[in-house]
């Protein structure tokens, strides 16, 4: 989904806070799976660069579920789950996320 389309399914108030999570969160997955992969013996140096690149995806993360949640502590539990974007592993991420949602 595009970010515009989120943000309007959310201003028409047809989408709940979990279901704009999820939808903002597939977003941001399809551009990071678009991303090409490393090689299987990748370098020390390819790793650092991976990981420097994908660092900052924490904070976003948290950020993104900070003002979704509006202060809800079920919600805000999905928080733990940024932290495994550190290790540029978004699909271990999402489906975090995505379990506790329910």
Do not use: Y
Not at 17 to 36: D, F, H, Y
């Amino acid at each position: 989904m595009h970010t515009d389309a989120v943000a309007e399914l959310a201003s028409t108030g047809r989408v709940g806070r979990i279901g704009l999570l999820q939808a903002g969160l597939a977003t941001g997955i399809a551009i990071v799976l678009a991303r090409e992969t490393e090689p299987v013996g990748a370098s020390k140096r390819t790793k650092r660069i991976k990981t420097k690149r994908c660092r900052p995806q924490v904070d976003q993360c948290i950020a993104s579920l900070t003002e979704i949640c509006e202060g809800d502590f079920i919600c805000l539990e999905n928080l733990i789950c940024c932290d495994l974007f550190a290790d540029c592993n978004a699909d271990a991420a999402v489906q975090c996320i995505f379990a506790n949602s329910n």
